[in-house]
């Protein structure tokens, strides 16, 4: 993509509104607008990012055995006073009513509309286990929304929810959604670390948040330093007693968020325990009939009689990710994406833009690139060079490379590593064949 035909709305200056390092360079780095109290446009920089996110979790979930579907927004109020959870949920959820009356609201979670698709469809134990999950906006009106995608009132989220037969089914779907996020939150560059959670208004007894570690998070966080050097789980873990050992070796060291935290109780030394600041970037849930046996969603079990199924829900913050992966990867000059979700791998500056020969090389160098499969986005602008560099820090790409009169008269482009800063130097030729290893 060339920077003179792209919508990069950039700001020199930090917005007075942002108070985050996430907020503030997301305006900055012209990701996001905001058109309401918590609510915000996503410009093409700030979508391709998300688009990257979602489809990392996308294909995890899918991995796991998921299935995907997508629900409307909107939903029926009829289906929450049914489960009971109408008029308990509070004000964060938005009522409306349409032309003929009937009570509406834009759906802040959806284990009730999931819960009727389901009992309409699935009738015998045989048909089970089943997860389904999408990835939908959703709409929570929050009393004071702040910290710009960190805490809005509209937001992507992926929501999957898990039917079975037993309760032990029914936690072997969560163990595996539990290592599906491990593996999902590695694969963003990020380390979560799961802690025992309050279940809130979703229910249940069975709950772990998995937190980022970053100096801005909105709360304090207590963990074994073990965490720090804990294994991903490997490929091919998928069976039900390597789910139980992950789950348990995830879950064994003390984690605690500062509400669930005892100092006290906490058998630790000062050498072992680490307190820092966390972000919630995803939440799982296990609530057996919570719902399935107030809304009647039941099966014929191998008795043939009929029983209400064991469900888990579990959801990711996708446009929360895209904050949450700022927070814990920036410098004082921008961003810095991980390659897994950078919106382009390599920026190209053209240095000498009005040298023909400089033109003529970078337009090769950028159709070289492009047919190599490599995202790039080619600054072709007449700015100046301090301008394009300040730019590119600012966006975070992974690599910047840029070539200038006397670049071009040694026959090298410069290459800096975003994340470390290191500099080299390499033909033409070598910038291609490194950046399609």
Known sequence: MRLSRYFLPTLKENPSEAKIASHRLMLRAGMVRQGAAGIYSWLPLGQRVLRKIEQIVREEQDRAGALEVLMPTIQSAELWEESGRYDDYGKEMLRIEDRHGRKMLYGPTNEEMITDIFRREVKSYRDLPKNLYHIQWKFRDEIRPRFGIMRGREFLMKDAYSFDLTAEDGVNSYNAMFVAYLRTFARLGLRAIPMRADTGPIGGDLSHEFLVIADTGESEVFFHKDFNDMPMPADGADGAEELAAIVKGWTAPYAATEEMHDASACA??????????????????????????????????????????????????????????????????????????????????????????????????????????????????????????????????????????????????????????????????????????
């Not at 050498?271 to 099966?299: C, N, Q, T, W």
């Not at 970078?362 to 690139?369: E, R, T």
């Not at 600012?394 to 040694?410: C, D, E, S, T, V």
Request: charged letters at 25%; a negative charge; hydrophobic letters at 40%.
């Open 268 to 437: 630790l030394g000062d050498d072992e325990l680490v307190s820092g600041r966390g972000i919630e970037v995803g939440h799982i849930f296990f609530f057996g009939d919570k719902y399935s046996k107030p809304m009647g969603a039941e099966v014929q079990g191998p008795d043939g009689q009929s029983q209400p199924v064991q469900m888990g829900s579990y959801g990711v913050g996708v446009s929360r990710l895209v904050g949450g992966i700022i927070e814990a990867s920036h410098d004082d000059n921008g961003i810095i994406w991980p390659e897994s979700v950078a919106p382009f791998k390599l920026g190209l500056m053209n240095l000498g833009p009005k040298k023909d020969d400089c033109v003529a090389y970078c337009d090769k160098l950028y159709a070289d690139l492009q047919a190599a499969g490599v995202e790039v986005l080619y600054d072709d602008r007449n700015d100046g060079a301090g301008a394009k560099f300040t730019n590119m820090d600012l966006i975070g790409l992974p690599w910047q490379a840029a070539l200038g009169p006397r670049g071009l008269k040694n026959g090298v482009v410069e290459l800096k590593n975003r994340a470390t800063g290191e500099k080299i130097e390499l033909s033409g030729e070598a910038l291609v064949a490194k950046m399609t290893a």
